[in-house]
């Protein structure tokens, strides 16, 4: 697939995902927080990596809440500033330490959560435009998660795209960066590559 097809993929993923009224996001979110929840990985976890939902994504906070109850180390990513491309891992250790930050996506307040120095979960959940059975993800091109993900601190981390099952694609093209993930779950499936 080249480039420009990429580009109409995501796009056409998009539109499929902001088309989805709040009942269906909230069903697919419903079923795919089950599902994270028969993972080892998941009933073990001291700490996991997550992200703050965005535009019609998969809605995991209530695994968020669920890990600050078990008093685990609740990790999330923070775009650094005047550096696209780069994510810090930082420590939140309740919604009230989160703020807008790029691109209008909750993150840990730079103020009271630096970035942690040693980390290491035991599962990540990551969200993507899209993903294929292989386990290649497809974001929106910047790259962050795919340097994110090529950090010492994710290296032994069970790692989770999160998406819709529309999402979840045969085949999607690949670069020597990309970084695949090592469980794909929607709301109908845990798919191993």
């Not at 939902?53 to 809440?65: K, N």
């Not at 990513?77 to 939140?92: E, N, S, T, V």
């Amino acid at each position: 697939m080249a480039e420009p097809e990429k580009t109409i993929l995501r796009k056409r993923l998009i539109e499929r995902r902001a088309a989805l009224s709040a009942d269906e996001v909230a069903r697919a979110s419903e079923g795919a927080v089950s599902l994270v929840r028969t993972l080892f990985e998941w009933k073990n976890a001291s700490e996991a990596l997550l992200y703050w939902p965005v535009r019609g994504e998969i809605d995991l906070r209530p695994l968020m809440t669920e890990l600050w109850q078990r008093g685990c180390r609740v990790l999330l990513p923070r775009c650094r500033p005047d550096q696209p491309g780069l994510m810090d891992i930082a420590c939140a250790a309740c919604e009230d330490e989160l703020v807008p930050g790029a691109f209008s996506i909750m993150e840990p307040d730079a103020e009271i959560c630096p970035p942690v120095d040693t980390c290491h979960p035991q599962i990540a959940l990551i969200p993507g435009v899209g993903f294929d059975r292989k386990g290649n993800r497809l974001g929106f091109g910047g790259g962050y998660y795919d340097r994110l993900l090529d950090t010492d601190a994710l290296r032994d981390t069970l790692v989770v795209g999160v998406a819709h099952e529309f999402q979840l694609i045969d085949s999607l093209p690949t670069q020597p960066w990309d970084k695949p993930v090592h469980v794909v779950c929607t709301e109908e499936e845990l798919w191993r590559p």
